[in-house]
T-cell receptor, first 112, second 110 residues
Framework: SQTIHQWPATLVQPVGSPLSLECTVE??????LYWYRQAAGRGLQLLFY??????ISSEVPQNLSASRPQDRQFILSSKKLLLSDSGFYLC???????????FGQGTRLTVV | RKEVEQDPGPFNVPEGATVAFNCTYS??????FFWYRQDCRKEPKLLMS???SGNEDGRFTAQLNRASQYISLLIRDSKLSDSATYLC???????????FGGGTRLMVKP
């Protein structure tokens, strides 16, 4: 069966520090991968999605970036965090062709 | 206009009540539709897919109206454990883009 791992579960980082969140998927090949952010009490905002290795689409301008170095690995990064980067970051995967998405447990990031 | 819109609620209902949520989408080329449930401070989890003919899973019924571009979720005999935020999800572009609505919060009271 397929599983998705996302870590860390919580993170407190100072303003200006770098960020790296990792997500890996097991049990499937060539998944679509997604990074979402959810501010407190708000909906999910799509940050990045990827349909294959090295293929990243960005949905909103920001100081975040994403990379997909391997088929089932998706990384969210920042060189310098801002206070506004605080939120709940969720990684998800879906199969090709309009299938449902499955989420990792999320990373709660607080920038102080 | 947002691509996928939901009434944020909250919907406060007593146990045993029937409650319905709607979700409208703007892109007529939308292909697939889903309802997710999200508990407080947790990740969203798939509740059910929404098929063109409508589908039912226990107390939950989902329907799609392509002409009016909305999907609905009906919950019968509400339980306290149904309290959560319900997210509508629509896919476009051969299924590679999942777009979420802002969610509808449901609170079921004893």
């Amino acid at each position: 069966s397929q599983t998705i791992h996302q870590w860390p579960a919580t993170l407190v980082q100072p303003v200006g520090s770098p960020l790296s969140l990792e997500c890996t998927v097991e049990g499937t090949s060539n998944p679509n991968l997604y990074w979402y952010r959810q501010a407190a009490g708000r909906g999910l905002q799509l940050l990045f999605y990827s349909v294959g290795i090295g293929q990243i689409s960005s949905e909103v301008p920001q100081n975040l970036s994403a990379s997909r170095p391997q088929d089932r690995q998706f990384i969210l990064s920042s060189k310098k965090l801002l206070l506004s980067d605080s939120g709940f970051y969720l990684c998800a995967w879906s199969g090709q062709g309009g299938t449902e998405a499955f989420f990792g447990q999320g990373t709660r990031l607080t920038v102080v | 206009r947002k691509e996928v819109e939901q009434d944020p609620g909250p919907f406060n209902v007593p146990e045993g009540a029937t409650v319905a949520f709607n979700c409208t989408y703007s892109n007529s080329a939308s292909q697939s539709f889903f309802w997710y449930r999200q508990d407080c401070r947790k990740e969203p989890k798939l509740l059910m897919s929404v098929y063109s003919s409508g589908n039912e899973d226990g107390r939950f019924t989902a329907q799609l109206n392509r002409a009016s571009q909305y999907i609905s979720l009906l919950i019968r005999d509400s339980k306290l454990s149904d309290s959560a935020t319900y997210l509508c999800v629509v896919t476009y572009s051969a299924g590679n883009m999942l777009t979420f609505g802002g969610g509808t919060r449901l609170m079921v009271k004893p």
